[in-house]
């Protein structure tokens, strides 16, 4: 069984930064691509970042703010937020993809979700 347990997270000012973590534990292959989605109260979830071995995807509206890497060695994937505006409140969470290396915005594709962590930026 896979698990993703999240970290990070909080309150913070607009213009502030957090990390955000996201360690996998379990049996699953090294060869597996880590996104991150949020979603905010009324909305629908969304694509923020994905990772697949080495390449990176955004959503526009993080792109040059937000920074998602990982620590194979670790098993972990985080997501640096920076310059954080308050329309980036909302639940985050991690979901890790089987598929060898693939690469997607679709959350469908993604077989195992963290618990989530909640991201508020307020003054």
């Known amino acids: 069984q896979v698990r993703l347990v999240q970290s990070g997270g909080g309150l913070v000012q607009p213009g502030g930064s957090l990390r955000l973590s996201c360690a996998v534990s379990?049996?699953?292959?090294?060869?597996?691509?880590m996104g991150w989605f949020r979603q905010a109260p009324g909305t629908e979830r969304e694509f923020v970042a994905a990772i697949s071995r080495s390449t990176t995807d955004y959503a526009d509206s993080v792109k040059g703010r937000f920074t998602i890497s990982r620590d194979n060695a670790k098993n972990t994937v985080y997501l640096q937020m920076n310059s954080l505006k308050p329309e980036d409140t909302a639940v985050y969470y991690c979901?890790?993809?089987?598929?060898?290396?693939?690469?997607?915005?679709?959350?469908?594709?993604?077989?195992?979700w963290g618990q989530g962590t909640q991201v508020t930026v307020s003054s």
């Open positions: 379990g049996r699953t292959s090294s060869t597996y691509s």
């Open positions: 979901a890790l993809d089987r598929t060898y290396f693939r690469l997607t915005r679709d959350s469908n594709r993604y077989d195992y």
